[in-house]
């Protein structure tokens, strides 16, 4: 029975990595037949770049004795600390979005 649960973990985690790898080339095929969306996709990312790059230098870089134990060090605690902030202004962004999509379909 034990061989049988390794043999299924197994082939889910396969399946798995067949759907990861298929839900993103089969966008990026059907985005090469219209490369306009392609634009709209890279303005997308360099503009999460962008914010990255903001929310990383605003980063603090200290570590405290606690974070020693764990090996973190400055560069990983402002990476770690400018991916927050990230988070936390996409997530007020997504926010702000629903509200005003909300509002505005209220209004008509």
Excluded: C, Q
Excluded at 67 to 91: D, R
Aim: charged share 10%.
């Amino acid at each position: 029975m034990e061989s049988f649960i390794n043999i299924a973990l197994w082939v889910a985690m396969i399946m798995v990595g067949i759907a990861a790898l298929a839900a993103v080339v089969l966008p990026l095929i059907n985005s090469l037949s219209h490369p306009k969306t392609l634009v709209r996709s890279a303005i997308g990312v360099v503009a999460l770049i962008v914010l990255f790059v903001i929310t990383w230098s605003i980063a603090d870089s200290a570590v405290t004795n606690a974070y020693i134990e764990f090996g973190v060090n400055e560069t990983s605690s402002k990476f770690v600390g400018g991916s927050l902030m990230l988070m936390y202004v996409l997530f007020i962004i997504a926010v702000i979005g629903i509200v005003f999509s909300e509002i505005n379909k209220a209004i008509k």
